[in-house]
């Protein structure tokens, strides 16, 4: 029987496929990634081999396929911005949506039988029940959200006509880096609260913004539920063991199941870092709900997945190490 055990993750050169790319190569498994590095970077892709292309190319795709022996695909290739996805949406319904039709329409011509996707919280749109499960209605209130749950109903489609085998992991909040240290966050421009508040330890930027001190919450300010991104990539693998297992297709939701509001985060980052960091207050953003947190207990249950680095001190300090090493390479380069 042909081996077909090489493992394509598109995207694993950015954020979170980089980090999936070495859980499995920590478990000696091949891997391809497959990149164009619009926001990736090339040296995240160190495990595995690296071919540089386009989910938009179909006749490289059909190279790929016909080239290499791929048993499964992690698909990590999307654009992820919420605000740009307002304003310029036709480029993420053509990233997220067609260039992922692609990528599944090689995958059925080549009989490839997995498929384990990175989905995402804003498939639900503005929670009406706290902690959020599987079965909350969904409602995405962006474009963003929609593409996702675009290509979830894509991939149910898929599964019924074709008898794909897919897992969609929807994520709540990704932080923190590689304990060792090797990758982590790294975007440009960068939008996520933890790498911001790090960029204002370190003087990078002059201060940190809080988009509203007035939700309903303790300190008035939002709660987002923040999963370790080496706990994501334990969940891709953990995945795609499920349906290597004979598991049937289905989605799941990755979160710690517990919230942290934007001031905690600042103010850890504070004690953790050693330094002050200034912090201006203005107006809600349109669209931000005052809490989102997951409910993950379907993930623990079927594919046996718990998050090892929930607690957000170890999260944050994961992190700052990252961040630290990032501001020294730039140093060294200028």
């Given at each position: 029987?042909?081996?077909?055990?090489?493992?394509?993750?598109?995207?694993?050169?950015?954020?979170?496929?980089?980090?999936?790319?070495?859980?499995?190569?920590?478990?000696?498994?091949?891997?391809?990634?497959?990149?164009?590095?619009?926001?990736?970077?090339?040296?995240?892709?160190?495990?595995?081999?690296?071919?540089?292309?386009?989910?938009?190319?179909?006749?490289?795709?059909?190279?790929?396929?016909?080239?290499?022996?791929?048993?499964?695909?992690?698909?990590?290739?999307?654009?992820?911005?919420?605000?740009?996805?307002?304003?310029?949406?036709?480029?993420?319904?053509?990233?997220?949506?067609?260039?992922?039709?692609?990528?599944?329409?090689?995958?059925?011509?080549?009989?490839?039988?997995?498929?384990?996707?990175?989905?995402?919280c804003a498939t639900y749109?503005?929670?009406?029940?706290?902690?959020?499960?599987?079965?909350?209605p969904l409602n995405p209130?962006?474009?963003?959200?929609?593409?996702?749950?675009?290509?979830?109903?894509?991939?149910?489609?898929?599964?019924?006509?074709?008898?794909?085998?897919?897992?969609?992991?929807?994520?709540?909040?990704?932080?923190?880096?590689?304990?060792?240290?090797?990758?982590?966050?790294?975007?440009?421009?960068?939008?996520?609260?933890?790498?911001?508040?790090?960029?204002?330890?370190?003087?990078?930027?002059?201060?940190?913004?809080?988009?509203?001190?007035?939700?309903?919450?303790?300190?008035?300010?939002?709660?987002?539920?923040?999963?370790?991104?080496?706990?994501?990539?334990?969940?891709?693998?953990?995945?795609?063991?499920?349906?290597?297992?004979?598991?049937?297709?289905?989605?799941?939701?990755?979160?710690?199941?517990?919230?942290?509001?934007?001031?905690?985060?600042?103010d850890t980052a504070s004690?953790?870092?050693?330094?002050?960091?200034?912090?201006?207050?203005?107006?809600?953003?349109?669209?931000?709900?005052?809490?989102?947190?997951?409910?993950?207990?379907?993930?623990?249950?079927?594919?046996?997945?718990?998050?090892?680095?929930?607690?957000?001190?170890?999260?944050?300090?994961?992190?700052?190490?990252?961040?630290?090493?990032?501001?020294?390479?730039?140093?060294?380069?200028?």
């Amino acid at each position: 029987m042909e081996d077909r055990s090489t493992i394509l993750i598109a995207g694993g050169a950015g954020y979170i496929g980089s980090h999936a790319n070495k859980e499995l190569a920590r478990r000696d498994a091949g891997t391809i990634v497959f990149d164009n590095l619009s926001y990736g970077h090339r040296e995240f892709a160190r495990w595995g081999d690296f071919l540089l292309g386009d989910l938009s190319d179909t006749a490289q795709l059909d190279r790929v396929f016909e080239t290499h022996r791929i048993g499964a695909v992690m698909h990590f290739s999307a654009f992820t911005c919420v605000n740009e996805s307002v304003t310029d949406p036709a480029r993420y319904y053509e990233n997220n949506v067609v260039n992922t039709l692609n990528l599944l329409k090689a995958m059925r011509k080549h009989d490839v039988p997995y498929f384990i996707f990175s989905s995402t919280c804003a498939t639900y749109g503005n929670p009406v029940k706290i902690p959020i499960s599987e079965e909350h209605p969904l409602n995405p209130v962006n474009p963003y959200g929609r593409s996702k749950l675009m290509v979830e109903q894509m991939l149910a489609d898929f599964s019924s006509a074709y008898g794909l085998k897919y897992v969609s992991l929807r994520y709540f909040n990704a932080a923190g880096a590689d304990p060792d240290g090797e990758i982590g966050e790294w975007h440009d421009p960068e939008t996520h609260l933890i790498p911001l508040v790090l960029d204002a330890a370190l003087g990078i930027r002059s201060g940190v913004e809080i988009y509203g001190t007035d939700y309903d919450t303790a300190d008035g300010t939002c709660v987002r539920d923040y999963i370790h991104v080496a706990d994501l990539a334990t969940a891709h693998v953990a995945a795609l063991e499920y349906l290597r297992g004979g598991g049937e297709s289905g989605v799941f939701n990755l979160g710690n199941g517990a919230g942290f509001s934007v001031r905690t985060i600042i103010d850890t980052a504070s004690r953790i870092t050693g330094k002050k960091i200034p912090v201006r207050e203005v107006a809600r953003r349109a669209g931000d709900p005052a809490v989102l947190i997951g409910d993950a207990s379907r993930a623990a249950r079927v594919l046996g997945w718990r998050p090892k680095h929930a607690d957000i001190d170890e999260i944050l300090e994961t992190a700052w190490r990252w961040h630290t090493k990032l501001n020294e390479k730039f140093k060294t380069k200028g």
